[in-house]
């Protein structure tokens, strides 16, 4: 008899009503035959509620008020029954056999914590060729992290138990959440890749978290974060140290640009290390 793990499905959603049926309609067509679906719905003021009333007897609605999105798929995770997790942002679509691609690998690989799929991204209503700089890779990809994120919450799937080890998502962070995530996860854990576009990512719409100005001072933050922690090896404390000053230089100059001059002498003075 074929075990199928139960797989925890998280959708944080805060007023992406006019995207969010197509997120919600996507996992409920996974050909997969044993998850459970949970949208966590961060105060949207807008038609959210009475969309997802639609699907109220097939999927798990949590409420709450407005704290972010990390804070969102955090409420998430602690509701999960599954022994694999799988995150899937509201303005997203996964094809019919994500999850059971996903769950198939890590019944192959029993020891990997973490993996993720190729993605097609579609900007504006148009399918776009991301740049070299944001290819996918597979195993250790800590150093390339550094520079900028590569794992996408929408093509991720963990075992459970991999936030016992790094813990969850940072609710201080208002963006780059995942950056930090997936910094704490990478520095310890390789990262599986699926070289199989199994996630639509759509951009260029209003109210996308990635669109924010001035996003370098949370990833400042998520990698001193993580040198305080002890927990890098000497090598990879020289590259956390090396990319910090170089973003701590630029995020200042254009501080200095826009007249900004006591933050800027901040960040210039934490690049210093």
Known sequence: MTYFPMVSVIIPTYNRAEMLSGAVESVLGQDYPHFELIVVD???????????????????????????????????????KGELIAFLDSDDY?????????????????????????????????????????????????????????????????????????????????????????????????????????AVRRGGHAGQLSAMPGLDRYRICAIRKLLETGRLTPDQRNAAVAVLKQKCAIYADGCEKRGRHSEAGYYRGVGKL
């Not at 997802?52 to 602690?78: C, F, H, P, Q, W």
Request: glycine share 6%.
């Open 42 to 80: 961060d105060g949207s003021t807008d038609e959210t509620p009475r969309l997802l009333e639609r699907y109220k007897d097939r999927i798990t609605v949590m409420r709450r008020e407005n704290a972010g999105v990390s804070a969102a798929r955090n409420s998430g995770i602690g509701a999960a």
């Open 94 to 198: 996964w094809m019919a056999e994500k999850l059971s691609i996903q769950a198939a690998w890590f019944e192959k690989n029993s020891q990997a914590m973490i993996c993720q799929t190729e993605e097609i991204w579609i900007r504006n209503n148009r399918r776009v060729n991301p740049k070299v700089k944001h290819k996918k890779r597979g195993g250790d990809i800590f150093l390339p992290s550094l520079s900028l994120c590569l794992v996408s919450p929408s093509a991720v799937m963990v075992r459970r138990e991999l936030f016992n080890e790094v813990g969850l998502f940072d609710p201080d962070l208002p963006a780059c959440e995942d950056y930090d995530l997936w910094l704490r996860v990478a520095c310890r854990f390789p990262v599986g890749l699926i070289e199989k576009p199994l």
